[in-house]
């Protein structure tokens, strides 16, 4: 397959992606999107729609993700600036945190078995302007086990005019189908039975075994009526017995349907933790929502500082990012990132240590050479960890001087650098040992 069907292919997953999310389809236009940008990552119409749609769920973290990606792709004439400054402005990074925590506290409520306070979080989400998928997927699955199904039918219609076809609502939904289809059934069975007194004896038996019992009572009487002994002898040799017999099997019929149910219920219960325990594993992820959407947020005003050149300001923002809870693509871009502020930071940091050593200030070199080892300890080879050990030896900070000579040592043994420093180790243990003994 040549460049341009790859483009057109990207292409045309994309337009698909716009027909299904007209049509509310969000789920179905990220599997669309997401083949799009397989087939092309730099398509930015594809990467900004699918930070669209991941907003419209409420996935806030995900979709300024793809934002920063497509504008890391294509920096001029992005409608990503249009929908980050619109995340930074009107207080919506601190709506997403806001709901980032109440949806952790509903976990955690959920965990303890507090379904009410659980309840009282989820409802705060989606009441404030915001339609969170998650908040939807847990709210229903508590009113499923507390069951509640008419709530939870709400809830789930709430979700699908958000997104038709999601794949955890649409299994809840089947699942309340199921539920109805059981309770049908079983008022079926109850409207098909007749509950009657037979002197002392509580008799069950279906409606047509009834009417079958009523003829042969009428038959009885008039038996009755044409002959008493007969009559008698009949209903206490055959219709009696008859009954009991039947009652003994209707009753033994119950008990098995009763332990049928039992079952079905246990088994509906041991699902629903099932699906609790699968739901909790699946968003394990969002513990960490408020952490994740600013260092995210991080990551931006660190592209902008080192675009401006600010590479202080950019090194400060980096380093308060969080690099586990970024994605692969936001790592790629922090990695380039660090990669360029680091180096900056490097060249000029260690060109003031050195001055700073020439000059006599031998402090300001030691504190200028800590922070080029802070960044890359074998900086040139191990040369700026020996001149930090140099500069210790001016302070008379002996102790250091000797510790650093010898990690230059244990780095690069066999190296003139690593033999050098060993002799420098060995002559600074001597003019400590010469200042201990004044």
Known sequence: MDYNKILNKSNELYNDALIKAGVNDLSGAIVSLKESLKNNKKNTDARNLLGLIFYARGNYVDAVAEWVISKNYQEENNRADVYLKEMRSAGNMEKADQNAERYNRALHFCKEGNLDLAKVQLKRINSSNVKDMEAYRLLALI???EKNYNEAR???KAAQQVDVNDTVILRYKKELKDIEKTKKSKKKKKADLVNFSDGN????????????????????IINIVTGIIIGVLFCYFLVIPTIKQNARNKATNSIINANESATNSANSVSELKDQVSNLKKELKKYSAKSDTATSYDQLIQAKNAVDAGDMTTASTLISQI?????????????????GSVNNELLV?????ARSSYQSGDYQAACDNYKKVIEIQENYEDGKALYELGQSYEKLSDFDN????????NELYPDAAIGKKAKSAADKAQAAKDAATNQ
């Open 143 to 145: 009113y499923i086990k």
């Open 154 to 156: 709400k809830i789930i």
């Open 201 to 220: 004896d509580s008799v069950i038996m279906t409606r047509a075994a009834f009417k079958d019992f009523s003829d042969g009572s009428r038959t009885a």
């Open 322 to 338: 969080n690099l586990d809870l970024l994605s692969d693509n936001a790592k790629n871009l922090y990695n380039t990132l660090s």
């Open 348 to 352: 000029s940091t260690i060109a003031t």
């Open 401 to 408: 001087a000797i510790k650093t000579y010898n990690r230059v």
